[in-house]
C-alpha cells in the first residue's frame, strides 16, 4: 500500500476545517474534521496519513467556502490556506511542511540578436533548487516566467497576479524528492508589451479560426524567432554553467503560452521530452495545420482545462473537439487529457495541474 504524509496549514485560527478524500469515478469518500491543531508559523498545522491506493483528489471546506478538487499523489506538496469570505472558492496554495527556501532564481537579461522587433532587454528566469556543477540536471523551458514562482519561496518573481502562481518550484521539490533528479527551469518575463507576438505561432503555419482572426495581434506572431533566441542564446548561457540530461527535457506554459508549449515540444520533439501545455488555445488553427508538425517520435502531452469561467468554456469547446485527433497520434501511453469542470483560467488551476502532470509524465 502507498501511503502520504500531508500537512494542512490552516491561517484561519478560529476556524476548523473538513477535508475530503475521494477517488475521482468512485463513490468512496472520507471526510475528516481537522480540530486538533498544532502551531506553526502564524496558523495550525494538521497532519494526515493518506492512503493513495484509496484516493487520488481531495478538496478543503470551512464555512461557506470550499476548494477546487486538488490532485492527490506523491508530487502533491502540503497545503495551505486563508478563510476569505468575500472570495467565490477557498484559494489553497502549496507549501513544504518545515521548509521554507524552496530553491534560487539567477536573473539574466539579454538584448536578443535575434528578436530585433523587441526594444528593451528581455528578462530570463534561471531556477534551481541547489547547484552541483558535477551533477546533470533535468531541463524545463517554461513560458511566462513572470507567473511560475512562489514569492515566499525564491523571491518576489509573480507579479502582483490575485491569484498567485504556479508555485512550480514547490512542486518541483516533490519531484525531485521522488526522482532523485536535479531540476533547472529556464523561463522568460513573457507580461510584456510582446507577449502576443513573441508566444503566437506564425500566421503562415495554417488558417486562423474565424472567431480569431479580427484580432490584428492574431496574425503578426513570431514564435519561431522567440524560440530561436531560447535555444542559440538563452539556452545557451545555461550550458555554460550546467550540465544537462537531455534526455530529460520539457517545456511547459499556459493559455498562449500553452499553445506554445504544444508547438514548441512537436516541432522540436527530437529535443523534448514531454510538454505540460495548459489552457491552451488550441482552437487558434484548424487540425489541417498540425497535421504538419505530427512525427513519430512524439514527446508525452499532458494537456489540461476547465469550464468555470467563460475564457476557459470558450477554449476548452475547441480543445475537447481535437481530442479524437490527439489520441489518433498519441495513442493512450504518451497522452493524457484533463478536463475539470470547477477550473477556472488561472494559476490557482494549473498549479494543481501540475501534480498530475508530472504524475503522469513519471509514472504513467
Do not use: C
Request: positive net charge.
Amino acid at each position: 500500500m502507498r501511503y502520504k504524509d500531508l500537512y494542512v496549514l490552516n491561517n484561519s485560527l478560529d476556524e476548523p476545517f473538513k477535508i475530503t478524500f475521494y477517488k475521482e469515478g468512485e463513490k468512496t469518500k472520507k471526510t475528516l474534521l481537522a480540530t486538533k491543531f498544532h502551531p506553526y508559523n502564524h496558523g495550525v498545522e494538521s497532519y494526515f496519513k493518506v492512503d493513495l491506493d484509496k484516493y487520488d483528489r481531495l478538496i478543503i471546506k470551512q464555512g461557506k467556502l470550499s476548494s477546487l478538487p486538488i490532485y492527490l499523489n506523491e508530487f502533491t506538496p502540503d497545503l495551505m490556506f486563508n478563510y476569505t469570505p468575500s472570495k467565490e472558492y477557498l484559494n489553497v496554495k502549496f507549501y513544504l511542511h518545515g521548509k521554507r527556501k524552496t530553491g534560487k532564481i539567477e536573473t539574466l537579461s539579454f538584448r536578443s540578436k535575434t528578436l530585433n522587433f523587441r526594444k528593451y532587454y528581455l528578462r530570463a528566469y534561471v531556477y534551481t533548487l541547489t547547484y552541483d556543477k558535477s551533477k546533470p540536471y533535468s531541463l524545463i523551458l517554461g513560458y511566462d516566467g513572470q507567473n511560475l514562482f512562489s514569492k515566499n519561496g525564491v523571491g518576489k518573481y509573480t507579479k502582483g497576479d490575485p491569484y498567485g502562481s504556479w508555485q512550480l518550484d514547490v512542486v518541483l521539490n516533490k519531484v525531485q524528492e521522488k526522482t532523485k533528479k536535479n531540476y533547472i527551469v529556464v523561463s522568460v518575463d513573457n507580461a510584456t508589451y510582446y507577449r502576443e507576438k513573441e508566444l503566437m505561432v506564425e500566421p503562415t503555419f495554417g488558417k486562423i479560426n474565424p472567431r480569431y482572426a479580427d484580432n490584428p495581434v492574431h496574425h503578426h506572431g513570431r514564435l519561431t524567432s522567440f524560440n530561436k533566441f531560447i535555444f542559440e542564446e538563452l539556452f545557451e548561457e545555461v550550458y555554460k554553467k550546467y550540465q544537462i540530461d537531455f534526455n530529460d527535457v520539457g517545456v511547459l506554459g499556459s493559455s498562449m503560452g500553452g499553445i506554445a508549449s504544444f508547438y514548441t515540444s512537436l516541432v522540436h520533439s527530437d529535443f523534448f521530452k514531454y510538454a505540460i501545455s495548459l489552457s491552451p488555445a488550441l482552437g487558434f488553427f484548424n487540425q489541417e495545420a498540425y497535421e504538419k508538425i505530427y512525427k513519430d517520435n512524439l514527446p508525452k502531452m499532458y494537456i489540461g482545462g476547465g469550464n468555470r469561467d467563460e475564457l476557459e468554456k470558450y477554449l476548452s469547446s475547441y480543445n475537447n473537439a481535437y481530442v479524437p485527433y490527439l489520441e489518433k497520434h498519441f495513442g493512450k501511453d504518451k497522452y493524457r487529457y484533463q478536463f475539470i469542470e470547477e477550473y477556472n483560467h488561472n494559476e490557482i488551476a494549473w498549479r494543481y495541474f501540475l501534480v498530475d502532470a508530472f504524475d503522469f509524465i513519471y509514472n504513467k
